[in-house]
């Protein structure tokens, strides 16, 4: 039997794959559901201080090759955040209990059989200005998520809010030393985007501001794609941000090379991630955990359990016992 | 994979009510009754709409208009161009030859009519409990009435038309003192306002007859990704394991009847 478990800044995970921010993340039941399906760790989507409207529909266009989504980041504000991350830690505690008793609810054949030692909580938070990312920050580490994420690098509400911090060095590097001051010792990972020109530099501002660990990497573009019958952009924001198989190639490469360059420091990757292939191939490039989102889309909630079984098979075929030894081995 | 709006051409427009309008378009996937279709008028909003009916060849849907994107499709005309998803969602079913109570309200009628439609076919039984304000807004009665092997019950708030009281009501009363004919059904589906379904679903567990419950949610991407239309606790979505869900899995929905969400996923009281 493949050990699939891994350790991120010190968390311990059952296996590498969570949700990524954004996709199933809006209720603490729904969190729990991706846990069921089992997701070794589970992501909010970004978390407001105060209540935040998102665009129009449609939202969220697809195919085979990518995804396109406007989202807009859409959240209640802090009271609901509250709320929910207090109803998941509640479920937690009956998924947890259950699992220990044997009489588990989990769904699927292997996640039924695959014993759970915990399902830590990754809380995504995002703002428009410096002080409400150390507000927000302050009052959800209160809520004792086992790390935070910081979303710096949406580019779908770029309209709204300027360019993304996380394309300046100097203000992704604010952004961090301010949530860092307020956190206490909840590990604290930054997600950047891919829309810069160089994301190694980027990468080490933030590290050298405290940042515990990277999340690779948010969609790119934007991009656009346009109805030719009616000649209106799709998406009612016009533009949205691309993420699924298409992204894959560029995630690979940006985990590559920040991981090459600051090798101490563990990387989520996301951006395209399908199969537990392409899950093994970041980690590979050198990530330590793995995020899905648009794959979601293509297998359903399923996935996580589909890609865990991929996983374990590859490992077993190829004499992996440990499949954190395949962290960062690319040649 | 195409999650893309399909673009499509409406080729009928029908006033069903004073609040309720058909379109039908020609599509090129095929709908079963209880699924849904997202609907997009370009530049407005996009929504999920049941589909009130599939000929093999065209869809129809029935918009009732309360809010902008509603009040944009109900105006459309004949030539007009609109997009389309789907249908995503599961399917209302049946067994052949089972006896089938439908409570139907509000738009709820649409995707309820389609179901008869084709249930009668299998030689199914229906009868068909449709509650409305008053006798003016009960859309498809017309067509219900004339399907074979279903008797149409409506049930009106002031009487005007049929039973007055819900139509919930007048299902128990058929049923008689003590529900001695509850037996007389296999099988009871319901599509409406959620405190009505909430009534059917109660009665129908009390009494121990299988039940399709259509749980909508605000929904945004319709194929189970954005996380907006899950329920408490099982947080389930609802565009993709529902909206038609057994009534064994409906009573787990602890928010069922209570709340649901807003855009922001804000509870919100029915
Ligand atoms: C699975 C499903 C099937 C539906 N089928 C039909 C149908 O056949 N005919 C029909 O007329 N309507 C149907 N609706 C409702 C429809 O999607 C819209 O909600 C409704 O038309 C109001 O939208 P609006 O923009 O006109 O109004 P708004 O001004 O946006 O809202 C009016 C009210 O509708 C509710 N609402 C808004 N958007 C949604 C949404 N996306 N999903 C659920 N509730 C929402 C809100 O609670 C709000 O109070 C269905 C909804 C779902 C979830
Ligand atoms: C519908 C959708 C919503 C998203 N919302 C968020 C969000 O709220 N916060 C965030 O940090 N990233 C968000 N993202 C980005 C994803 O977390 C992820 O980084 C990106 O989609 C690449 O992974 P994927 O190809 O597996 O989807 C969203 C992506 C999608 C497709």
């Known amino acids: ?331 | 994979m195409n999650l893309f709006p399909s673009s499509v051409r409406i080729t009928k427009v029908n006033k069903e009510t004073p609040l309720v309008t058909s379109l039908v378009f020609e599509y090129p996937e095929r709908a079963a009754p209880g699924q849904f279709v997202m609907v997009w008028v370009p530049g407005v909003d996009e929504k999920p709409m049941s589909v009130a009916f599939d000929d093999g060849k065209s869809i129809t849907v029935s918009v009732a208009a309360v809010g902008t994107l509603s009040k944009a499709l109900s105006e459309k005309k004949v030539g007009d161009v609109i997009g389309v998803r789907g249908p995503f969602g599961q399917k209302f079913t049946w067994k052949k030859g089972d006896r089938i109570a439908m409570l139907a309200g509000g738009y709820g009628v649409a995707p309820l009519y389609f179901a008869a439609h084709e249930a009668v076919k299998d030689g199914c039984t229906v009868d068909f409990f449709h509650g409305a304000r008053t006798h003016e807004y009960l859309p498809f009665a017309d067509r219900v009435e004339v399907l074979m092997n279903t008797t149409y019950y409506p049930a009106t708030d002031d009487g005007s038309r049929g039973f007055k009281g819900t139509s919930v009501a007048c299902w128990v009363e058929k049923m008689g003192d003590d529900y001695a004919e509850a037996q007389k059904y296999d099988l009871v589906m319901t599509c409406g306002p959620e405190r009505m379904m909430k009534a059917v679903s109660d009665v129908a567990f009390e009494l121990g007859i299988k039940a399709l419950v259509s749980v909508e949610r605000y929904m945004k991407c319709g194929f189970g990704i954005c996380g907006n239309c899950v329920v408490d606790d099982s947080g389930i979505t609802t565009c993709k394991k529902g909206t038609v869900m057994d009534n064994e899995e409906v009573r787990k929905i602890a928010e069922f009847g209570v709340y649901h969400r807003d855009s922001l996923g804000k509870k919100v009281n029915w």
């Open chain 1, 1 to 331: 039997m493949t050990d699939l478990s891994v350790k991120f800044c010190g968390v311990q995970f059952d296996n590498p794959l969570v949700n990524a921010s954004g996709i199933l993340g809006i209720t603490g039941a729904s969190l729990a559901n991706v846990g069921r399906n089992g997701a070794g760790g589970v992501t909010t989507k970004s978390l407001w201080l105060s209540e935040h409207v998102g665009h129009k529909s449609p939202v969220i266009i697809a195919n085979d090759y990518y995804m396109l989504n406007a989202v807009g980041l859409p959240d209640g504000g802090l009271e609901k955040a509250q709320s929910e991350i207090n109803h998941f830690i509640e479920l937690r505690r009956e998924f947890l209990k259950d699992f220990k008793a044997g009489s588990n609810d989990a769904v699927g054949k292997n996640a039924q059989a695959r014993k759970r030692k915990y399902l830590p909580l990754i809380a995504n938070i995002v703002a428009g200005k410096v002080e409400d990312f150390e507000n927000i920050a302050r009052e959800i580490a209160c809520l004792e998520p086992d790390i935070i994420e910081v979303n710096i690098s949406c580019p779908n509400v770029e309209s709204e809010l300027g360019k993304p911090f996380a394309c300046v060095a100097a203000d992704a590097a604010t952004v961090t030393r301010h949530v860092k001051k307020v956190v206490g010792n909840i590990p604290v990972t930054v997600k950047l985007s891919p829309n810069v020109e160089d994301i190694v530099s980027i990468a080490r501002a933030v590290v050298d501001a405290g940042a515990d660990a990277l999340t690779l990497i948010n969609t790119a573009g934007p991009g656009m794609a346009i109805n030719i019958e009616t000649r209106m952009p799709i998406l009612t924001n016009r533009v949205g941000g691309l993420s699924g198989a298409a992204l894959k190639p560029l995630a690979i490469k940006i985990i590559h090379d920040v991981h090459r360059a600051l090798p101490n420091i563990p990387i989520i990757g996301t951006g395209g991630v399908l199969s537990g292939q392409d899950a093994l191939e970041m980690m590979i490039a050198g990530a330590t955990l793995v995020g899905i989102g648009t794959g979601i889309a293509l297998r359903g909630v399923e996935i996580f359990d589909l890609a865990l079984r991929e996983m374990a098979d590859w490992c077993e075929e190829n004499g992996v016992e440990k499949v954190s030894d395949v962290i960062g081995t690319v040649k």
